[in-house]
């Protein structure tokens, strides 16, 4: 009944729904590990972000080699800030809007070198590919605390005098000619003494993990779908296969019983003979007298 499973064209139709199905699974797998690192994300945000500040003494290593466990985790520290090589990050949305971010790095009382994100600026209107005015960093010894941050990659891209493309510390440390601890930089959370215009603060993140397992879940459910699909279409084509067959012997039948029975001739009624006339009846009376 499902022989024709095997022919060319239904091969090809199981191929290519188990393709399909395939790329179901992996975008399902996909969206499943983007939730999962969601997930993480969120777990350092509800672990850390509100944390009591750690002294630096106690998480100096955590800015030349990066934690990912220990991201958001607030890092108190004093030095002061080298103003002169206080730069301007490009391309850095915030809540939809387009602008900067003010990087500068904090010298601490041990050599150590910070670097640290003051904030976000918006895009200036008096000259294009930079901000009007960049709010100054207090001068003298300020005691920061800072919310660590990874280190960007390099993007590939340049950027003017006084800009950064990223917040790369390697290519930073190589324009101020000192060095920078590597692995993570700070966001600004709080300074004391606290100017009285600074650059916005970022928000907290966000702990949404958001649709992904939705997603993933709609996908795996594609491709159970494909197989559903394809199955319904072999039963219907094995139905159409055997109403056609049932056709056929049905037909075959009828011809049979026609020959073996073949339908009855009718008996030819006889001709009535015609009545006869009055001249008929005059020409016999005539030949019985001689004339």
Known sequence: MYRFLLSGRWLGWFALTALLSVACSSLGMWQLDRRDAIREDIGNVVNNYDAAPVPFEDAAGLFEDYDPAKEWLPVSMTGVYDTENQRIVRNRPLSGRAGYEVVVPLKLSDGTAVVINRGWLPIGNDEAGKPDAVPAAPGGEVTVVARIKPAEPDVSRGAPEGQLASINLSQYQDEVGYELEQGAYGLMASEDPRPDIVPE????????????????MQWFAFGVMLFVGLGYAARQEALNLRY????????????????????????????????????????????????
């Open 244 to 291: 056609g067959d049932e056709d056929e012997w049905e037909e075959e039948d009828d011809d049979e019983m026609i020959a073996a029975h073949p339908a009855p001739s009718r008996p030819r009624r006889p001709r009535r003979q015609r009545g006869s006339t009055q001249e008929d009846e005059e020409d016999a009376l005539l030949d019985a007298q001689g004339y």
């Open 201 to 216: 603060a970022a928000p907290k993140p966000s702990v949404d993990e958001g649709p992904h397992l939705s997603y993933a």
